[in-house]
C-alpha cells in the first residue's frame, strides 16, 4: 500500500513537500520504482516524477526546475518537493509503485488534494 | 516528448454491448529492449486510477476478462466485450517507453 500525507492548502510562491509512505515492498530491491502523479480537477493525469530503487530520478520535462524527489529507504518513504506554487498547481497528487514485473503503476495511493489560494 | 492521443474523448454506450477506445502515440512505443511498454487505467468516480492492462494487452490482477488491450507502435486500442454498469469512468492509456512519461487525455465511458 502506499499513502500520501502533506499539507491540503499551500501560498503561492510556497514550496510545496509531499510524502508517500509505502509498505508491501522495499525501495532498495532490484528493480523497483516510486513516481508521482497529479490530476488538476476534473482534469487529465499529469506525471511528474519517479526515483529508482538504485537512486536515479527522472522528471516532468516542463516541471523539472521546480521538482525534487528523494527517499529515505529507512523510513519507506518518497519525498517529493515543489517549489513556487500557483493556483494551477491546485490538484490532486498521487504516489505510485512501479516494477519491473509490468513496467506501469501497479499500485496507487489514494492521493491527497493540494490548493494552492491566498 | 512523446505526446497520447485517445479518441473518442466521451463514449456512450449500451449495457451488454462492446466498447473500444483507441490511443495513439507520436512516436513508436517499441523500446530499445524490444518491449512495448503501453498501459490502460480506469478511474471511477472518486477513486484513485487503476491498472487494467501493461505492455499492450497483458491484465493486471484481477481485471475482469471483458477487458483487453492490442495494438502496436503507435496505434492502440483497449476493447470491452460487454460493458457493465461497473465500466462507467474515465479511462487514461499511458506510455512508460521513454521519459517523460505520458498519458492520454481521458476517455469518459458512460452508459445511454
Known amino acids: 500500500t502506499l499513502r500520501e500525507s502533506g499539507p491540503a492548502l499551500v501560498r503561492p510562491t510556497q514550496t510545496l513537500t509531499l510524502t508517500c509512505t509505502f509498505s508491501?515492498?522495499?525501495?532498495?530491491?532490484?528493480?523497483?520504482?516510486v513516481g508521482w502523479i497529479r490530476q488538476p480537477p476534473g482534469k487529465a493525469l499529469e506525471w511528474l516524477a519517479r526515483i529508482d530503487w538504485d537512486g536515479d530520478k527522472h522528471y516532468s520535462t516542463s516541471l523539472r526546475t521546480r521538482l525534487t524527489i528523494s527517499k529515505d529507504t529507512s523510513k519507506n518513504q518518497v519525498v517529493l518537493t515543489m517549489t513556487n506554487m500557483d493556483p494551477v498547481d491546485t490538484a490532486t497528487y498521487y504516489c505510485a509503485r512501479t516494477s519491473t514485473i509490468n513496467w506501469s503503476f501497479d499500485f496507487w495511493g489514494q492521493g491527497t488534494l493540494v490548493t494552492v489560494s491566498s | 516528448d512523446i505526446v497520447m492521443t485517445q479518441t473518442p474523448l466521451s463514449s456512450p454506450v449500451t449495457l451488454g454491448q462492446p466498447a473500444s477506445i483507441s490511443c495513439r502515440s507520436s512516436?513508436?512505443?517499441?523500446?530499445?529492449?524490444?518491449?512495448?511498454?503501453l498501459s490502460w487505467f480506469q478511474q471511477r468516480p472518486g477513486q484513485p486510477p487503476r491498472l487494467l492492462i501493461y505492455?499492450?494487452?497483458n491484465r493486471f490482477s484481477g481485471v475482469p476478462g471483458r477487458f483487453s488491450g492490442s495494438g502496436a507502435g503507435t496505434e492502440f486500442t483497449l476493447s470491452i466485450s460487454r460493458v457493465e454498469l461497473e465500466d462507467v469512468g474515465v479511462y487514461y492509456c499511458m506510455e512508460t517507453s521513454q521519459f517523460p512519461y505520458a498519458f492520454g487525455q481521458g476517455t469518459k465511458l458512460e452508459i445511454k
Open positions: 505492455q499492450v494487452s
Open positions: 512516436e513508436s512505443l517499441v523500446h530499445s529492449d524490444g518491449g512495448t511498454y
Open positions: 508491501g515492498f522495499s525501495l532498495t530491491a532490484d528493480g523497483m520504482y
